[in-house]
Structures are given as structure tokens and as C-alpha cells.
């Protein structure tokens, strides 16, 4: 069974960069597509973005080009990159994997604020 | 971009059943997946492919998917259900994942 967990900062300062990681556990993350999908605070869930095994990525259009999402196989984990943080960037970062684009493992969710 | 439409809401009352829609454009010819969340916790897939339940998830839950409109149906609701219900879609046209807005279900 395919376990995530997110890991990273709780707390970011605007203009500056997040990086999350996701570390899987209970499988290989040499298959699956492997996503990252955030939730502000009372709303509903938005897509980032996926990376797939292979290496390829794609990135939800909606959202600026400030994202990017990584693969580390030899860790077994993936990450997340977000530049130039604003407070609308406050959310629960979930990661996320699917044998196709849907979402059967999700992890637990890491809340990030981004404040001064 | 193609775009999901939910109600924001739907109240049931406990053992009947609640219907959650999900409109788009021809959505029938797409695989439509249900997630669940419980408050505090991180969404559960209930129906992929439109039809199909993963393991572990009741035959309660039931999805359908025509014309514009998919739905999931809870049959003999219970007071577990109440959570907010999400449908997802793969874009094709653009390779993008795309969220319905969420229907919190009410169990009265």
C-alpha cells in the first residue's frame, strides 16, 4: 500500500520560495503519475501540477508559472517548487499519485502560511 | 478550460438517498472520479471510471455519468457521510486535471 507524506516549512514569507517534498514509502516511484493539489482555507481543491515517472510534467494553466514540480528516484521522493510566495498562496499542500490522472493515495496535507 | 459545476450543498436525511451532480460539457464521455473529504482529513476517492468503486469503499456509493451531467448517488445515507464531495476530470485536450467547485453534503 502507497504511503505519502509531505514535509517542508509551515511558515513562508511573502516574495520569498517553498519547497515541499513528498517522501513515498510502500512502493516504487518509478511509476505513477505524482501530483500536487493545495486547498486554501475553506475552499475547494486545486490542481498544481504532476510529474510522471518518466520525467514528464505538466502544470495547471489557471495558476502562474511559478511552480515546479520535481522527481528525485534515488530518494524516492518528489517535490515542489513555488517562487515569489504571496498570502494567496496560504494553503494545505496535499501530494498525491494515481496509475492514471486520478488520485487513489493522497498524504495527510501540510498546512503552509505564508505571512510576515 | 473546461469547467465542472457542483451545488454547493445537498442535505439528506439519514437512510435516504443523496444524488451530488457535477455538470460539463459533454462530460459523459469522460471518466468522471468522486472524492470524499471529512472534515480535517485528506480527500478519499469513492467512484473512479464514472461507475467503479475502489476496495474498501461501500456499495453505497454508486456513480453514473451522461450527457452533461455526471452524478454520484449515496444510497441509505449515514451520519458518516457528511463530508464535501469533489469531481475530478482529465482534460485531454490539455493534459490538465480539473476539480469540481465541491458539494457539502448535509446529513439533517
Known amino acids: 500500500q502507497l504511503q505519502l507524506q509531505e514535509s517542508g516549512p509551515g511558515l513562508v514569507k511573502p516574495s520569498e520560495t517553498l519547497s515541499l517534498t513528498c517522501t513515498v514509502s510502500g512502493g516504487s516511484i518509478s511509476s505513477y503519475y505524482w501530483s500536487w493539489i493545495r486547498q486554501a482555507p475553506g475552499k475547494g481543491l486545486e490542481w498544481i501540477g504532476y510529474?510522471?515517472?518518466?520525467?514528464?510534467?505538466n502544470y495547471n494553466p489557471s495558476l502562474k508559472s511559478r511552480f515546479t514540480v520535481s522527481l528525485d528516484t534515488s530518494k524516492n521522493h518528489f517535490s515542489l517548487n513555488l517562487t515569489s510566495v504571496t498570502t494567496a498562496d496560504t494553503a494545505i499542500y496535499y501530494c498525491?499519485?494515481?496509475?492514471?490522472?486520478?488520485?487513489?493515495?493522497w498524504g495527510q496535507g501540510i498546512l503552509v502560511t505564508v505571512s510576515s | 478550460s473546461y469547467v465542472l459545476t457542483q451545488a454547493p450543498s445537498v442535505s439528506v436525511a439519514p437512510r435516504q438517498t443523496a444524488r451530488i451532480t457535477c455538470g460539463g460539457n459533454?462530460?459523459?464521455?469522460?471518466?468522471v472520479h468522486w472524492y470524499q473529504q471529512r472534515p480535517g482529513q485528506a480527500p478519499v476517492l469513492v467512484v473512479y471510471d464514472s461507475t467503479d468503486r475502489p476496495s474498501g469503499i461501500p456499495e453505497r456509493f454508486s456513480g453514473s455519468n451522461s450527457g452533461n451531467t455526471a452524478t454520484l448517488t449515496i444510497s441509505t445515507v449515514e451520519d458518516g457521510d457528511e463530508a464535501d464531495y469533489y469531481c475530478?476530470?482529465?482534460?485531454?485536450?490539455?493534459?490538465?486535471?480539473?476539480f469540481g467547485g465541491g458539494t457539502k453534503l448535509t446529513v439533517l
Open positions: 459533454i462530460i459523459g464521455t469522460k471518466s
Open positions: 510529474i510522471y515517472y518518466s520525467g514528464n510534467t
Open positions: 475530478q476530470v482529465w482534460d485531454s485536450s490539455g493534459d490538465f486535471v480539473v
Open positions: 498525491a499519485a494515481g496509475t492514471s490522472l486520478l488520485f487513489d493515495y
